[in-house]
């Protein structure tokens, strides 16, 4: 007896220091990660100020003029363009899946998303060059500005929304499935009508989920390469509208790695623009963290 007990203890000890000792290898990859990217833009780093090139919109290798401006804004404006064009139809088909459908559908809904989400990106960009850029530059852009070519800050936008929307769903799904039955049923007793049970119980039980599901999708979409590289127009200048070529960060480094690497710098400004990558998505989760500890915190009053 007490030989198991001692062993029982042993096995708990051990299993807690392996817990630990990956945790901590895990954190770890992340920092090896930010010194390897830091380390190889040093040398931009040093003969440049980080100021300029944060805020300068001036592309320039060969004259040594590094501006990152122009990028940072297009990775955002397009992710936020897809996050709004997602959200909203992610949330409603979510709650369609979970509140309103038979499970039939859901047997054959599910499976499709899952097809949806494992899709390659350039079969997604493929998609968007046939179909969304023609769109654009002979439908929708005539009613708006003289001219487009259809690979603009709207294409990538569009595309990258529907690059998202399968794991947005899926997450919505998990997340709407866990509100207690009770708390629908107690609603539906009021009086309230199944919409009115969706948007004030459902969704509201349910915010600080949607907030942890949307950060994972913003995290997927900023990063996002081939699909927005294809359809974005891949040009140095800030977008002013929808209707302008965009060049996000990922593009930027996924065009140019290997083969302009002869240029003094040209590979650190590419790290750079891969540290900028990897420390714009650590402050926003981290920011996001924040907000939704915040929420729960709220929600829990």
Known sequence: MADNIR?????????????????????????FM???????????????SL????????????????????????????????????????????????????????????????????????????????????WIADELGPRFVDYTSGYTLLAGGIVLSVMIIPLLV?????IFSTVPKEIKDASASLGATAWQTSRKVVLRKSTPGIIAAVVLAVSKAFGETMAVLMVCGNMVEIPRSLFDSAYPLPALIANNYGE????????????????????????????????LQKVEERFKL
Do not use: C, H, Q
């Open 51 to 134: 100021w300029t090139m944060l805020t300068s919109s001036v592309w320039s290798p060969f004259n040594g003029e590094f501006g990152f401006w122009s990028f940072i804004i297009s990775s955002i404006y397009v992710t936020l363009l897809a996050v709004i064009i997602a959200l909203p139809i992610s949330l409603l088909t979510a709650l369609f899946l979970t509140e309103n459908t038979k499970p039939w559908v859901r047997r054959v809904v599910f499976p499709v998303l899952d097809i949806l989400a494992g899709i390659p990106s350039v079969i997604y960009g493929l998609w968007g060059i046939l179909i969304i850029v023609p």
């Open 34 to 48: 930010g010194g390897g990217l830091y380390y190889k833009s040093a040398e931009i780093l040093r003969e440049n």
């Open 170 to 174: 899926s997450l919505f799904v998990e």
């Open 260 to 291: 302009m690497l002869s240029l003094p710098k040209y590979e650190s400004a590419l790290m750079f623009a891969a540290l900028l990558l990897f420390a714009i998505i650590l402050i926003f989760n981290a920011i996001s963290r924040i907000v």
């Open 7 to 31: 062993k029982r203890i042993f096995l708990d000890r051990l299993s807690k220091r392996v817990m630990l000792t990956l945790t901590i290898f895990s954190l770890l990859i992340l920092v």
